[in-house]
């Protein structure tokens, strides 16, 4: 099964940056884009940056365009979240997302994997 693990959030104030990772362990059969989601208290869950599986294009939400890069290292099976300029509005725990297969889905990256999240607080 493939399991990811964030870290890297923390409290900071407004303008600050932090650097969230992802790394992701157990029997991987397939690679495929990976993403960072959000969940702000009273609002769903929200994309905030995806990669693709060569790291070659990036996608950002628009409220982080500008201030968050998205970054992966194929060696390491991790994907990074550098944030610069952060806003109290970035504070919300963050989230990895990919597409795993198994023996079941013949190695297609068809099944979500998510991590537990890491809390990023930003203060005025």
Known sequence: ???LMESGG???QAGGSLR???GVSGTIYCRDDM???RQTPG???EFVAGIDVDG???TYADSVKGRFTISRDGEK???YLQMDSLKPEDTAPYYCKTKFGNLGTAGRCVLDAWGQGTSVTVSS
């Open 1 to 3: 099964q493939v399991q």
């Open 10 to 12: 923390g409290s900071v």
């Open 20 to 22: 969230l990772s992802c």
């Open 35 to 37: 993403s960072w989601y």
């Open 43 to 45: 609002k769903e869950r």
């Open 56 to 58: 070659r294009q990036t």
């Open 77 to 79: 099976e991790a994907v």
